[in-house]
């Protein structure tokens, strides 16, 4: 499946869970409102009956009164039309007690002269709503039958969706004056009642989104690795198949005899086929050599090496091998470091066989060493070549990076599998040094090996050792 197939369905996919966890917050959401609605009733409810005797308590302690007589006439319940008669039917407590809390109301007016108190309707109705754990903010008022606002508890006036109002409240048998509350802002109380699904939400939108994300990095780099083997497996299979092609070639014409009579001849078939058995092995030998450095299970065998006698062979042979004419320059301050030699030469090989292949028709090459500010000593390899583009020098030292390579090689451009600069990188991690690179595309490639400089006493050490 293409990448971009891939991309697709994962947007796709976080839509529909980003869809899916809207619908369950806007449910969630209707539904405590609906519960926050109805608790506002019943709160809304025993406020307007508590401020009722609050008011009683207010009149007998102004009056001196202990006890106080009224009349409840519950007839006009059943005469008035804002409550029906089937209520009684229906639901009997809850008709019962709304008449007789209009009884006490009208009874309370006519006899002590007073109206409903909303400032302490208010106060009660908050102090309910901090008992059951709900920090709201109210306000109280009396209605007409129509809605319209006859006195408020406060002034100015809310906008209807800043609050959330509760059933009207009847107060007189004519059905003329009501009391109804409201909670102020609502939405804050819901969403105090919804933090812990809120972050509850927050946290699995995290969790799904980045296990997507992590998902579609392993996809991408597996298909990164796909790729990357089937160069891989072509380009190692360009570079052994003329060693082989040539190693059958010359076992046939010895086997045939031909060559009994002529020596010399004889002679330079072996040398062919000595020399590309070694090639052979020589790819092997890397490829293992690169899996036990990887896994730290190569043991590194430190020396004092000469570093002018190491490079002065390694660009005789290629003086020799390449058919484009070389220059070295040197300028050698460090003429030895202690560092594997057999590891050090194959890694230097690496970055001058890359000098001459990524070169025009004349290859320029520059060796130069000595101690850099920071305690070690360097190695620099610098060519005239193609250079590296500044987009791929982050990772040119990674295993199989040369997939750019592959495909010219593929065209009839230079061979390779991509792990020259990898086995270098791992080399100077084995030493615990470092590789730089510093390129200008088209116009140079330097490469810097960083190898650590040994203290005095460590070099005596190091030597008894050897010794």
């Not at 102020?184 to 799904?208: E, G």
Request: glycine share 6%; with cysteine; hydrophobic share 40%.
């Amino acid at each position: 499946m293409k990448m971009n197939h891939i991309r697709w369905i994962a947007i796709v996919g976080l839509i529909a869970i980003v869809e899916l966890q809207y619908v369950w917050l806007v449910n969630t959401y209707k539904l405590t409102k609906e519960s926050l609605q109805a608790k506002n009733n019943e709160v809304f409810r025993d406020a307007t009956l508590e401020e009722v005797f609050y008011r009683l308590d207010q009149w007998r302690k102004e009056h001196g009164d202990t006890v106080t007589s009224m009349r409840v006439d519950l007839d006009a319940g059943l005469k008035g039309d804002t409550l029906p008669r089937d209520a009684l039917q229906n639901n009997a407590s809850g008709w019962l007690m709304q008449n007789i809390h209009i009884a006490f109301q009208e009874a309370y007016l006519k006899k002590f002269k007073q109206d409903v108190h909303l400032s302490a309707l208010d106060s009660i109705y908050t102090n309910i709503f901090d008992s059951i754990g709900i920090p709201a903010k109210v306000r109280s008022c009396i209605v007409d039958s129509m809605g319209n606002v006859l006195r408020s508890s406060v002034t100015g006036d809310f906008p209807s969706y800043a609050l959330l109002k509760t059933e009207k409240v009847p107060i007189d048998f004519d059905g003329q004056r009501f009391l109804q509350g409201a909670i102020v802002n609502p939405y804050w109380v819901i969403f105090q009642r919804m933090t812990l699904l809120l972050i509850a939400t927050v946290l699995i939108m995290i969790l799904v989104i980045g296990c997507i994300v992590y998902q579609i990095r392993i996809i991408i780099r597996q298909d990164k690795i796909a790729k990357l083997r089937e160069d891989f497996s072509y380009a190692m299979i360009h570079d052994m198949k003329t060693p082989l092609s040539s190693i059958l070639m010359g076992t046939q014409i010895l086997e045939t005899g031909r060559l009994d009579s002529q020596p010399e001849k004889k002679a330079r078939y072996f040398r062919i086929l000595k020399e590309e058995g070694e090639h052979l092995l020589h790819l092997t030998n890397k490829v293992l050599t690169l899996s036990k450095l990887e896994n730290h299970q190569l043991k590194l065998q430190k020396e004092y090496c000469d570093l002018q006698r190491i490079l002065e062979g390694l660009a005789d042979k290629y003086a020799a091998k390449s058919v484009k004419p070389i220059r070295y320059s040197w300028q050698l301050e460090e003429k030895t470091v202690y560092a594997d030699e057999e590891f050090l030469e194959e890694a230097l090989s690496n970055l001058i066989d890359n000098a001459v292949k990524y070169s025009g028709e004349e290859v320029e090459i520059a060796f130069s060493s000595g101690k850099a500010t920071d305690g070690y000593i360097y190695i620099k390899v610098r060519d005239n070549g193609f250079g590296i583009p500044l987009k791929d020098q982050s990772r040119i030292f990674e295993k199989y990076e040369r997939s750019y390579a592959a495909l010219q090689t593929r065209s009839g451009g230079a061979t390779g599998f991509g792990l020259g600069l990898n086995y270098v990188f791992r080399v100077m991690e084995a030493h615990k040094g470092r590789v730089e690179v510093e390129s200008i595309e088209g116009e140079y490639s330097e490469f810097t090996l960083l190898l650590p400089q040994l203290k005095p006493e460590t070099s005596r050490e190091a030597t008894d050792a050897t010794e």
